[in-house]
């Protein structure tokens, strides 16, 4: 049965919006837009004709490269390093040539391949959070010029909804919280938004497989397996990673989503194919032969990425790479007439590493004993030889592999959009552990507590025992998190008089494999601090209580309990600290770090924090005179 695509709903916000998705890609990158208007249907464009693309129309994608001059300034991004008037102003003016950056924010403990592949250095005196920024400008300056040639009298209308755009920017499975944040700083030193608490909550981050999905599902791509229980599996081939991720239909009107595993990422995309092609030419011409210089094997490598590799698809033919003339032969070195001849073999291999990563990624994703539809999306999807290995290899297993008819280079950037204004997913798989460090109450009667003698302390105010070491999870490895799950747990803290107090935490990260850890002696390697925040507890919120310990025994000392706060949303997690003030008083809040405050109720006052993480460090206080009192920081779940 296939059914008609989901119809999209109207804009329910009160104010006229404009929305830019950006696809931040490691070859190639894109970007779409949607005005929204209230109780309209949104219509989403997605960005053509670049600068230095004026005469491509149809192409919705541009190289992610940048030019600086020698003092740092940006001189060309994007289309525009194909004009040859400007390739040889770079070389008089020794300009520096800056791609494959993406591949300097991964995360570094995946075990990668990037040794035999290195990124070209930075220039002096920029880092990557710079060149990341420098290049969301020119995507961003590129959607906004689109905006207005598509919206004839937009100029009033670009002047009063600039400086409020929200962004939605688009990465790999792997990526996880300190990628987020220095996105977000990037997309601030790139002026996308303002350094300020409203400017960092108009950045939204969705992952490139979920984008991918959307896009399937918005395209009528994913049609004839939207039915309530099916399983879907998307394959992102792009330029630096192949994502892998699978969901399971749990509704049909509206259709809704959930993923059945955490997603997969693995860096194996077309980029690496180009370097093994470009490893295979040094190796094959060598010194010995008068083609084996730099320049030539640049121009190699540069045709073999742009007109060979997209249209291998048969083992058993040779391809042939230009570069030359006529009379540019060297049999010994296969070089005949200006081309490199490369046997159908020796292609096959440059995708090896490709294709098993795909065919790998979607196995551990397979649901067991349920028929799975698997779409094929991204830029490196288009290549032939890649969808008739996925397929071949998959052949024993119960899926049917389907690829777009149109071009799926667009689908990141178009699809982050349709996520962001359809949102079809309602849960999502935790790759990781999170929660906070704890010391229970020690007790004689539990065994854990009694194997750990050796940590058991007397808290001096309280003179109460308690067991260091603890792990609280509020979500752990492997578990469906619905977007409206909360989960919390109360903690207790004792001071000797009746003051103002601050609660302190560390959200953990636990990436290890045990997956139900309670405590850090048992797997201490694997345990991550994500970010520090705490709380001013006002003196109003302390209850009295008595010294039971033997020292101090009977001594005044006071005791306040909060809860440490979970609660799920989109693709990003917020914790906090909450607590019950114990005397009602005029609502007052005082702000500390320049962060805003924002209303939840007539007894709940919240703090939102939209920067992604306060990487290894930094504080978040706060004090409020309120009936109930929440800090709340927002988290990213990968």
């Known amino acids: 049965m296939n059914r008609q695509k989901p119809e999209r709903a109207p804009y329910r916000g009160a104010d006229i919006s404009l929305v830019i998705a950006i696809d931040f890609g490691t070859t190639f990158s894109g970007a779409s837009w949607a005005l929204l208007e209230p109780r309209q249907v949104p219509d989403i464009w997605d960005v053509l004709g670049y600068p230095g693309q004026e005469f491509q129309a149809t192409s919705t994608k541009v190289p992610t490269v940048i030019y600086y001059d ?14 040859p008037e400007l390739i040889l102003e770079a070389e008089e003016e020794r300009w520096t040539r800056v791609e494959w950056f993406k591949l300097l924010l991964r995360p570094l403990d995946r075990g990668d391949n990037l040794g035999a592949a290195p990124i070209p250095p930075l220039p002096r005196g920029k880092s990557i959070v710079d060149v990341v920024g420098d290049f969301l400008r020119y995507m961003s300056r590129s959607a906004l010029d689109h905006f207005q040639q598509q919206m004839p009298g937009s100029r009033g209308l670009i002047e009063e909804l600039k400086d409020k755009v929200i962004y939605v920017l688009s990465h790999p499975n792997g990526w996880d919280t300190f990628q987020h944040d220095r996105m977000r700083k990037a997309a601030i030193l790139g002026g996308l938004v303002p350094d300020t608490s409203e400017g960092r909550s108009r950045i939204n981050f969705v992952s490139e497989g979920e984008a991918s999905l959307h896009w399937c599902v918005a395209n009528g791509i994913a049609n004839r397996a939207l039915e309530e229980k099916n399983h879907i599996a998307v394959i992102d081939a792009g330029g630096g990673t192949i994502d892998v991720s699978s969901y399971e239909v749990t509704g049909v009107s509206p259709l809704q989503l959930k993923e059945s595993k955490a997603p997969e990422s693995r860096l194996a995309g077309s980029f690496f194919v180009t370097k093994n092609f470009e490893r295979f030419v040094r190796e094959k011409l060598g010194p010995a032969s008068r083609y084996g210089d730099d320049h030539t094997i640049q121009q190699l490598v540069e045709n073999f990425d742009r007109q060979v590799k997209c249209v ?8 042939t790479v230009r570069f030359g003339t006529y009379n540019d032969t060297e049999s010994e070195f296969g070089i005949e007439s200006g081309q490199l001849v490369v ?6 291999d440059f995708f090896e590493e490709a294709c098993a990563a795909a065919a790998e990624s979607i196995k551990a994703q397979l649901p067991p004993e349920s028929h799975t539809a698997i779409f094929l999306v991204g830029g490196f999807a288009a290549n032939p030889w890649l969808f008739a290995e996925i397929k071949d290899r ?4 119960d899926v049917e592999v389907f690829k777009a008819e149109t071009s799926t280079a667009k689908a990141a950037a178009h699809g982050a959009m349709c996520y962001y204004l359809d949102h079809r997913v309602s849960a999502r798989v935790a790759r990781h552990a999170y929660g906070v460090y704890i010391n229970p109450a020690y007790r004689d009667s539990n065994p854990q507590h009694v194997q750990r003698k050796k940590a058991v302390y007397e808290n001096p105010i309280s003179g109460k025992s308690y067991v260091q070491g603890g792990f609280y999870a509020h979500v752990k490895k492997g578990v469906s998190v619905q977007e409206t799950q ?25 990436v290890g494999d045990d997956p139900d850890i309670h405590w850090v002696d048992e797997d201490p390697l694997n345990f991550e601090q994500v970010c520090v925040f705490s709380a001013r507890i006002p003196a109003n919120a302390l209850i009295p209580e008595s010294n039971v310990g033997t020292t101090n025994h009977g001594n005044a000392c006071w005791r306040v309990t909060y809860d440490a706060v979970v609660s799920f949303g989109t693709t990003e997690f917020k914790c906090y600290i909450e607590w019950k003030d114990r005397q009602v008083k005029t609502p007052h809040i005082c702000l500390a770090n320049g962060s805003r405050a924002y209303l939840a109720s007539d007894f709940a006052y919240r703090e939102e924090f939209t920067a992604a993480m306060l990487c290894q460090s930094g504080t978040i206080s706060h004090s409020s005179g309120t009936k109930r009192h929440t800090v709340k920081k927002r988290v990213m779940l990968r």
């Open 312 to 319: 291998f698809r048969r083992k058993d033919r040779r391809s």
């Open 486 to 510: 909360v989960t919390r747990i109360s903690l207790d803290k004792y001071v000797a008089t009746k003051t103002r107090t601050e609660a302190q935490l560390d959200l953990i990260r636990y």
């Open 394 to 397: 998959l052949k024993d297993q």
């Open 70 to 83: 020698p003092q740092g300034a940006v001189k060309a991004a994007g289309a525009e390093i194909y004009d």
């Open 343 to 348: 046997q159908g073999s020796d292609m096959a």
